[in-house]
């Protein structure tokens, strides 16, 4: 598909989330009528807006494009208490939910390809892995970029057993974050970006720390199950999240379905990394190369 630099149409929407009161920040760019149609689920503390540089990167590679980010429940725009959620489930949910608003955006031709990073990793494959949920809408392909498949930061000197403790008597109570945007990216410049976004809460609630351990531990045995064509980008000096985890995971996918492409000098944060657009440009070859397959 050619290249182009249209215009394109941005509409921000607002979509009820599964706590029944909260709404989601939804935003969805639009050029031409959508072949392809790029949906991105952001990580932990961040929100969508975080990624605008892949955002771009899309809408800039194809002619007739769409792409939808959302912010999760208790992050960014979307409503919420901050970096707070009382079951894993909601943030699941409410993927679905927003899968639906994709698929009443889509033609009969569109094909939809998740970008999810970090926590948005765990959502994803939570959503696709696990019985109790599934994933209905028709799906080209998926790309990771340091899916949380074991949290390596949420605790430092904290038991879990002490964590499970506090939550019993205030689940709200706030841990101060122990990483800064460093420990995210090696470009200063967007590591500040991190450090200074007043989206960006610097703590992260007991419950939403015991939630994410527990979901992660929940998805680690599920990876024979995942049988859509999938790209796992993963960061060797990743700070945040355990690489040697994820490879693990990796390794028990067909071997017909999945990609994976280690960065043994890069942080967790890969798509605000200093060479990011040569990753951009990685992921796209290798979705070109999943739209040849159904042609």
Known sequence: MAQQNSPYKIEDHQVLSCDGESLLFVRH???????IHFLLVHGALEHAGRHQDLINFWLKSYANVAVTVFDNL??????GSRCFISKFKLYVDDLYRVGEFIQEKNVKETKTFICAH??????TLTR????????????????????CIRP???LEGISEKILAKVDKITPKLHLPLIYNGADLTRDPERANDFDT??????????????????????VRGLSYYLKIPSLFLIAGADR??????????VHGIDKQLTQTIQYPQHHHELWNELDRQDIFKTMKAWVEN?????E
């Open 152 to 154: 390596k930061m949420i």
């Open 74 to 79: 208790g992050h960014g725009r979307s409503g």
């Open 197 to 218: 976004d007043p989206l960006i809460p610097k703590y992260m609630t007991v419950r939403m720390a015991r939630e994410v351990i527990e979901a992660s531990a929940n």
């Open 118 to 123: 970090s926590l948005g990793g765990l959502i």
């Open 29 to 35: 760019y639009l050029k031409g009528t959508p072949k």
């Open 128 to 147: 696709i892995l696990d019985s109790a949920y599934g994933w209905p809408f028709p799906t080209q392909g998926l790309i990771f970029s340091s899916p």
């Open 240 to 249: 945040i999240v355990d690489a040697e985890s994820t490879m693990l995971f």
């Open 290 to 294: 999943r739209l040849k397959e159904k």
